[in-house]
């Protein structure tokens, strides 16, 4: 039983680690996000602008783009971090070196505007990148979430309930086995004086015999016979 | 040019053209003018655009908009307006005028063609395409356009009908649709269009021949210009860049040569500081301000076309009419978006003042 209170007690303290560490990691990333987030915004803004300036170069030259592009130039990887065992999935922005995409897209536009086209691509670009981190923060930061939660659950739990039950046990067994010993002290003390009376009694009826002056054999024997019994109760008495 | 040609031009004119010519008149004094663009530059919303622009030339076709407004709902409803202003222009133009006018739309026509090819070469709705088209630019055989699988079919069944065939034959090849760079393609084609449309003009004369080739070489050098600078730093070989020069301009040919050659924004500076009325225009432009050059540029065409309105008795003011109307259009729309997308200090950056 001490043995598991020992173990319990080590667990919520390495539990307790555990969640610290995730919601120093957690608050970091918040800020991180909070960042990026605002840069977000910034660059956003800017390349919708710039998409302006290259409609109004242009005009709509979606199509244009669409029909010029067949695979895309940037491909987003996903791997796994580990923080203090919890898995986090990150996202990373890889950018193909595809020569036939960019010269074709180099080209779009040569008439009027394609520079202004060329500037939108490139703060989009930007922007993309900005959403993959941004993308990568938040699923980290969903997950982390639910690790922190599970671990505090736990730590709790520990805290709480597991260890307070196995307190509440050992108490309960130390106090039964006090009594136990209690009852046993007492029994024992018991028996002495028991004994001791019975010593007594007898000491006293042989001086009252030896005062009579030597009685009749057979009430000798009649006494004997009973200190006899006497003494087979006793045994039966310690047996018990 | 004789006197008398000119005297039955002044005759003669007012038989068959002096109505449009009056009514081409009538649509640009619906212009917007620099008061209305500093009134739009005020607004807050594109509500209050909208409520503005109901005050103007525009009413009848944005009246009924529903209320959430986009910028390109705006656009639309202006460009509506352009389209329906030109129809009616078209429907009463005589000859050879009807085909001026159809000249001044093979432009957006080349667009539409070459969208509509590339959108069918990647298997897009045709539908969608269609929607996409420059309605200026439509002819009515667009749509089968789709059906054609390789640059043969499509010459043969399509193209061959519509104005836009001589440009297909002279200047690609079967084997091109697939392999050359669908900007390439429309590029030759627009060099095609541009040289034709000048000879169009040479041959009609008389004052329209003066005015017309006078904005088309300005149009043309504008284009050499740009794909000059566009094409620095691609993968266009010097003889690609120079066979989409046109074949007139003020650059041509010495310039063009020059220009076919530049590899720098200072290199193309001094090609075209040779021409003087580039000179101006690059002067008023600091060293390395390659931004501006776009709004400069705007602004001399918008100077020539509103200059044609100064004679009369010639088709310029119709050609000048669209493009000021385009311009317009553009105008909106950059307003619309500064004010969309809350970017107010820049509202003067691509305002083109007309009048």
Same mark, same amino acid.
């Given at each position: 039983?001490?043995?598991? !209170?020992?173990?319990?007690?080590?667990? #919520?303290?390495?539990?307790?680690?555990?969640?610290?560490?995730?919601?120093?990691?957690?608050?970091?990333?918040?800020?991180?996000?909070?960042?990026?987030?605002?840069?977000?915004?910034?660059?956003?803004?800017?390349?919708?602008?710039? !998409?302006?300036?290259? @409609?109004?170069?242009?005009?709509?030259?979606? #199509?244009?783009?669409?029909?010029?592009?067949?695979?895309?130039?940037?491909?987003?990887?996903?791997?796994?971090?580990?923080?203090?065992?919890?898995?986090?999935?990150?996202?990373?922005?890889?950018?193909?070196?595809?020569?036939?995409?960019?010269?074709?897209?180099?080209?779009?536009?040569?008439?009027?505007?394609? @520079?202004?086209?060329?500037?939108?691509?490139?703060?989009?670009?930007?922007?993309?990148?900005?959403?993959?981190?941004?993308?990568?923060?938040?699923?980290?930061?969903?997950? !982390?979430?639910?690790?922190?939660?599970?671990?505090?659950?736990?730590?709790?739990?520990?805290? #709480?309930?597991?260890?307070?039950? !196995?307190?509440?046990?050992?108490?309960?067994?130390?106090?039964?086995?006090?009594?136990?010993?209690?009852?046993?002290?007492?029994?024992?003390?018991?028996?002495?004086?028991?004994?001791?009376?019975?010593?007594?009694?007898?000491?006293?009826?042989?001086?009252?015999?030896?005062?009579?002056?030597?009685?009749?054999?057979?009430?000798?024997?009649?006494?004997?016979?009973?200190?006899?019994?006497?003494?087979?109760?006793?045994?039966?008495?310690?047996?018990? | 040019?004789?006197?008398? *040609? &000119?005297?039955?031009?002044?005759?003669?004119?007012?038989?068959?053209?002096?109505?449009?010519?009056?009514?081409?008149?009538?649509?640009?004094?619906?212009?917007?003018?620099?008061?209305?663009?500093?009134?739009?530059?005020?607004?807050?919303?594109?509500?209050?655009?909208?409520?503005?622009?109901?005050?103007? &030339?525009? +009413?009848?076709?944005?009246?009924?908009?529903?209320?959430?407004?986009?910028?390109? =709902?705006?656009?639309?409803?202006? =460009?509506?307006?352009?389209?329906?202003?030109?129809?009616?222009?078209?429907?009463?133009?005589? *000859?050879?005028?009807?085909?001026?006018?159809?000249?001044?739309?093979?432009?957006?026509?080349?667009?539409?063609?070459?969208?509509?090819?590339?959108?069918?070469?990647?298997?897009?709705?045709?539908?969608?395409?269609?929607?996409?088209?420059?309605?200026? +630019?439509?002819?009515?055989?667009? /749509?089968?356009?789709?059906?054609?699988?390789?640059?043969?079919?499509?010459?043969?069944?399509?193209?061959?009908?519509?104005?836009?065939?001589?440009?297909?034959?002279?200047?690609?090849?079967?084997?091109?649709?697939?392999?050359?760079?669908?900007?390439?393609?429309?590029?030759?084609?627009?060099?095609?269009?541009?040289?034709?449309? /000048?000879?169009?003009?040479?041959?009609?004369?008389?004052?329209?021949?003066?005015?017309?080739?006078?904005?088309?070489?300005?149009?043309? &050098?504008?284009?050499?210009?740009?794909?000059?600078?566009?094409?620095?730093?691609?993968?266009? =070989?010097?003889?690609?860049?120079?066979?989409?020069?046109?074949?007139?301009?003020?650059?041509?040919?010495?310039?063009?040569?020059?220009?076919?050659?530049?590899?720098?924004?200072?290199?193309?500076?001094?090609?075209?500081?040779?021409?003087?009325?580039?000179?101006?225009?690059?002067?008023?432009?600091?060293?390395?301000?390659?931004?501006?050059? &776009?709004?400069?540029?705007?602004?001399?065409?918008?100077?020539?076309?509103?200059?044609?309105?100064?004679?009369?008795?010639?088709?310029?003011?119709?050609?000048?009419?669209?493009?000021?109307?385009?311009?317009?259009?553009?105008?909106?729309?950059?307003?619309?978006?500064?004010?969309?997308?809350?970017?107010?200090?820049?509202?003067?950056?691509?305002?083109?003042? =007309?009048?």
């Amino acid at each position: 039983m001490k043995a598991r !209170l020992a173990g319990a007690t080590k667990g #919520h303290s390495l539990l307790k680690k555990k969640a610290d560490a995730l919601n120093m990691r957690f608050r970091q990333i918040l800020r991180k996000i909070v960042e990026t987030k605002e840069e977000m915004g910034r660059v956003m803004k800017a390349s919708f602008f710039s !998409l302006a300036q290259a @409609k109004y170069a242009t005009g709509d030259f979606k #199509h244009t783009v669409f029909d010029s592009i067949d695979q895309a130039s940037l491909k987003v990887k996903a791997s796994t971090d580990n923080v203090a065992g919890v898995r986090l999935p990150k996202f990373e922005a890889q950018r193909e070196a595809g020569g036939a995409a960019d010269s074709k897209i180099g080209l779009i536009g040569l008439g009027t505007g394609g @520079k202004q086209i060329q500037e939108c691509r490139k703060s989009f670009v930007t922007a993309v990148d900005l959403l993959v981190e941004l993308a990568s923060l938040q699923t980290a930061f969903l997950t !982390l979430d639910e690790a922190i939660k599970t671990t505090n659950r736990r730590v709790n739990a520990l805290e #709480h309930v597991v260890k307070p039950r !196995l307190e509440n046990t050992i108490a309960y067994i130390k106090g039964e086995l006090d009594e136990l010993e209690r009852e046993e002290f007492f029994r024992l003390k018991k028996v002495q004086g028991n004994k001791k009376k019975h010593t007594e009694a007898a000491e006293a009826l042989e001086a009252a015999q030896r005062a009579k002056g030597g009685g009749a054999v057979g009430n000798g024997a009649r006494e004997n016979k009973a200190a006899n019994v006497l003494a087979a109760e006793q045994d039966a008495d310690i047996i018990f | 040019m004789s006197f008398g *040609e &000119d005297t039955s031009e002044m005759c003669l004119f007012n038989v068959k053209d002096g109505f449009l010519e009056a009514v081409v008149r009538g649509y640009k004094l619906g212009l917007l003018t620099t008061s209305d663009y500093n009134n739009l530059c005020q607004c807050e919303t594109l509500e209050d655009i909208k409520l503005y622009l109901t005050g103007t &030339d525009y +009413g009848p076709f944005l009246a009924n908009e529903p209320s959430p407004m986009h910028t390109t =709902t705006l656009v639309d409803c202006c =460009t509506r307006k352009l389209v329906a202003d030109w129809r009616y222009l078209r429907e009463n133009a005589g *000859e050879p005028m009807g085909r001026f006018l159809d000249y001044c739309t093979y432009g957006h026509m080349i667009d539409n063609v070459v969208l509509i090819v590339t959108g069918t070469l990647h298997e897009r709705d045709v539908q969608e395409l269609l929607e996409k088209c420059n309605p200026l +630019g439509m002819f009515d055989a667009i /749509a089968s356009l789709a059906v054609a699988q390789n640059m043969r079919d499509l010459y043969r069944l399509v193209l061959v009908d519509t104005p836009l065939a001589p440009y297909f034959s002279d200047n690609l090849t079967s084997e091109d649709l697939d392999e050359m760079n669908i900007e390439v393609m429309r590029n030759t084609l627009y060099k095609a269009y541009l040289d034709d449309f /000048a000879s169009f003009v040479h041959r009609v004369g008389g004052t329209t021949g003066e005015i017309m080739s006078e904005l088309l070489s300005f149009e043309a &050098d504008r284009r050499a210009l740009n794909i000059t600078l566009n094409s620095i730093g691609s993968e266009l =070989t010097r003889d690609d860049r120079r066979k989409l020069y046109a074949n007139f301009g003020l650059l041509y040919p010495h310039g063009q040569a020059e220009l076919a050659v530049a590899e720098d924004f200072d290199q193309i500076r001094s090609a075209m500081e040779k021409c003087p009325p580039y000179q101006a225009i690059f002067s008023r432009l600091g060293l390395g301000e390659t931004q501006m050059l &776009d709004k400069i540029m705007y602004e001399e065409e918008v100077r020539q076309l509103v200059n044609t309105f100064e004679q009369q008795f010639h088709y310029g003011v119709f050609y000048a009419y669209m493009r000021l109307r385009e311009q317009e259009i553009r105008n909106v729309m950059w307003i619309a978006e500064c004010v969309a997308q809350d970017q107010k200090a820049r509202v003067q950056d691509g305002i083109v003042f =007309t009048f």
